[in-house]
């Protein structure tokens, strides 16, 4: 886990177990994930590594359906978004409410709100700025259908919601699957009527809703706390590296703990040292070797290897790649940039 965006392993867990009950082989998901049979399982995973994990379970799917079944999947397990919208007390409120929150339901994505002519038009986005797949929009057009369509109640009718795709798809099996008309069109979208998003959500609950934005408003505050510990914890340790100390006594005393006291702040992030040693020998090596006057033994030893041979097994583990070839790699997009 890194301080980038995380996801909550709630998600995770559900997202594992949606795709074994469809007989997709999940182990090497699990490696992408980082996460392994013996070690505890971490408290949040990385959104980056989720959607490497994503991808590998995505990669050559006959169905293009399976993001739209994970969607619906996810929705039904009543995520902390879902909750928030669905005791909301309607669309308008529930909506804007959960999009800070959406990668708990969804993962990388979250959602632009656009005023259209008709009323309201919701537009998956990536957390950081890229394309998304068209099985994240699936995942989260799906889930986002759902959500909408257990808040409108038994009054939502075909006028209230309309999905347009912007790509090939079967759409009769679409709209069969979400129960709402489905389109072609030049993005991908979710249409709200107007009336549908100022409807009054006839299971609205005041304090569940308030309640749950709390708790929700909680934990990221809570994980904003982490990962500036996590962050400044990387740090130390890149900098015990270059001065080989990096016994957890070393970091512990740069941060004026016990190494108990360390051991468990470790364990609330959901790692250990050994992990946390690893994951920062591997952001300094990506650092150093960007320099291609510095040799690679040199570098070997400045991230903590005697032997350059253990140095290239962990860079291969790292990025699939030996460091030679991943800094000619490297200079090769900048040539071409």
């Known amino acids: 886990m890194g301080p980038t965006v995380q996801v909550d392993i709630v998600l995770v867990q559900h997202l594992l177990n949606f ?16 996460i392994s049979d013996v070690s505890p399982l971490p408290p949040w995973v990385s959104a980056d590594k989720l959607r490497s994990a994503q991808a590998l379970v995505f990669a050559g799917r006959e169905s293009t359906m399976l993001g739209f079944e994970t969607g619906c999947y996810l929705a039904a397990r009543h995520l902390p978004m879902g909750e928030l919208i669905s005791c909301a007390e309607n669309l308008a409120q529930g909506l804007p409410a959960a999009i800070r929150f959406a990668h708990r339901t969804v993962g990388i994505a979250t959602l632009e709100i656009k005023s259209i002519e008709s009323g309201v038009e919701l537009l998956p986005k990536a957390l950081d700025g890229s394309e998304l797949t068209v099985f994240e929009k699936q995942q989260t057009l799906a889930a986002l259908t759902v959500l909408c369509r257990e808040t409108l109640g038994a009054a939502c009718s075909p006028a209230d919601l309309n999905m347009t795709v912007d790509y090939e798809l ?114 300094l090596a990506l ?43 490297q200079s090769d997009a900048l040539s071409n940039a």
């Open 170 to 283: 079967d759409t009769a099996a679409a709209e069969a699957l979400l129960a709402i008309p489905v389109v072609r069109g030049e993005h991908a979208s979710l249409s709200v009527s107007a009336a549908a998003w100022l409807q009054l959500n006839p299971n609205h609950q005041a304090l569940v809703y308030s309640n749950t934005l709390r708790e929700l408003q909680r934990k990221e505050q809570k994980l904003a706390e982490h990962l500036t510990l996590y962050s400044e914890l990387q740090d130390i340790i890149e900098a015990c590296l270059l001065r080989r100390h990096v016994a957890q006594e070393d970091v512990a005393g740069q941060l004026g703990i016990s190494v108990r006291n360390l051991q468990r702040r470790l364990k609330a992030l959901g790692t250990t040292y050994q992990m946390l040693l690893d994951e920062s020998r591997q952001n």
């Open 19 to 34: 795709w074994d009950e469809q007989g997709i082989d999940v182990a090497p998901v699990l490696v992408s994930l980082g």
């Open 287 to 329: 650092k150093l070797i960007r320099d291609e006057s510095s040799p690679l033994y040199e570098i070997a030893y400045m991230v903590g290897y005697a032997e350059p041979s253990a140095f290239y097994k962990a860079f291969r583990r790292w990025t699939g790649a030996t460091p030679g070839d991943y800094r000619q790699a």
